[in-house]
């Protein structure tokens, strides 16, 4: 049952996913797609504009989903938002 749960959330696109694919600038980092679910569950009118990406369908099911892969991708979301590690170098 919790492997059908989760191809389901899987085929229609976790919410961190798809705020990881949107990379709207001036969108949310940290825990984007906790952030993305919140939203859609209390009702929020605009997530395309606020996150650059659709809520889920079933925002409720993606929730748990969403929170633990938000909560293992932390220290990345940190560094992008801090701004460290995303300049490149032009020589040796």
Same mark, same amino acid.
């Given at each position: 049952? *919790?492997?059908?749960?989760?191809?389901?959330?899987?085929?229609? !696109?976790?919410?961190?996913? %798809?705020?990881?694919?949107?990379?709207?600038?001036?969108? $949310?980092?940290i825990?984007? !797609?906790? %952030? =993305?679910?919140?939203?859609?569950?209390?009702?929020?009118?605009? #997530?395309?504009? %606020?996150?650059?990406?659709?809520? $889920?369908r079933?925002?409720?099911?993606?929730? $748990?989903?969403?929170? =633990?892969?938000?909560?293992?991708?932390? #220290?990345?979301a940190?560094?992008?938002?801090?701004? *460290?590690?995303?300049?490149?170098? !032009? !020589?040796?």
């Amino acid at each position: 049952m *919790v492997g059908l749960v989760l191809l389901a959330l899987l085929g229609s !696109g976790c919410a961190s996913v %798809r705020t990881l694919d949107a990379a709207k600038p001036g969108a $949310p980092v940290i825990y984007a !797609g906790t %952030r =993305l679910d919140w939203y859609a569950l209390n009702g929020g009118c605009c #997530p395309l504009e %606020r996150f650059g990406a659709e809520a $889920p369908r079933h925002a409720a099911l993606d929730l $748990p989903a969403s929170a =633990l892969l938000d909560t293992l991708l932390l #220290p990345f979301a940190l560094a992008v938002e801090l701004g *460290v590690g995303l300049g490149v170098s !032009g !020589g040796y």
